[in-house]
């Protein structure tokens, strides 16, 4: 186990919607990283937040938002939700000076009908 | 054009075969390489860091080639327990990690 928790592991939402998932990085790492990766494909980046800001954001649109809490826990905010938003979120959590050991949580399923 | 690119298979091996899996990057100042691997819709594990010089874990080796901008990993006398869906990483400027689609490996008895 990589000590990096996600919550909800399943969530169902309809279109428009707002959801929120959360993360627990591993004890020690001060970054998180969060993915989504669809059916079949591999992991994409969302954005990175490193002591409380983002610090890196990928091609994802901005009603993909997010944020870090001083215990490096974080959440990830996806607004008017579409169809296309259903895959397997990932949060992935580091240390500052190890950015490329990355310790992935288990995910969250989320579906949008 | 992709940053990573990878063929998805699938590859049907035979236990104890040789099987390799290639990856392309498209930015050459990539700084670091990977290979995770991803069992059914699970996380993906951190399987190797690769090298400029290669290295080798076991029944795995991974190598690096910067001049044609490829990685490679080999697994040797296959397992049941590797088939897997096998992703190459690698991260560009800006400490973005960029994943390839993934290349599925069913070892089969």
């Known amino acids: 186990e990589t000590g990096v928790t996600q919550s909800p592991t399943h969530l169902i939402k309809t279109r428009g919607q707002q959801v929120t998932l959360r993360c627990s990085s591993q004890s020690g790492h001060n970054t998180v990283s969060w993915y989504q990766q669809a059916l079949g494909q591999g992991p994409q980046f969302i954005f990175q937040y490193y002591r409380e800001e983002e610090n890196g954001r990928g091609n994802f649109p901005p009603r993909f938002s997010g944020l870090q809490f001083p215990n490096y826990s974080s959440e990830l905010n996806v607004n008017a939700l579409e169809l296309d938003d259903s895959a397997l979120y990932l949060c992935?959590?580091?240390?500052?000076?190890?950015?490329?050991?990355?310790?992935f949580g288990s995910g969250t399923q989320l579906s949008v009908l | 054009r992709k940053e990573v690119e990878q063929d998805p298979g699938p590859f049907n091996v035979p236990e104890g075969a040789t099987v390799a899996f290639n990856c392309t990057y498209s930015n050459s100042a990539s700084q670091s390489f990977f290979w995770y691997r991803q069992d059914c819709r699970k996380e993906p594990k951190l399987l190797m860091s690769v090298y400029s010089s290669g290295n080798e874990d076991g029944r795995f080796t991974a190598q690096l080639n910067r001049a044609s901008q490829y990685i490679s990993l080999l697994i040797r006398d296959s397992k049941l327990s590797d088939s897997a869906t096998y992703l190459c990483?690698?991260?560009?400027?800006?400490?973005?990690?960029?994943f390839g689609t993934g290349t599925s490996l069913t070892v089969i008895p």
């Open positions: 990483a690698v991260i560009t400027t800006g400490n973005q990690f960029y």
């Open positions: 992935a959590s580091s240390r500052e000076s190890q950015n490329e050991k990355l310790f």
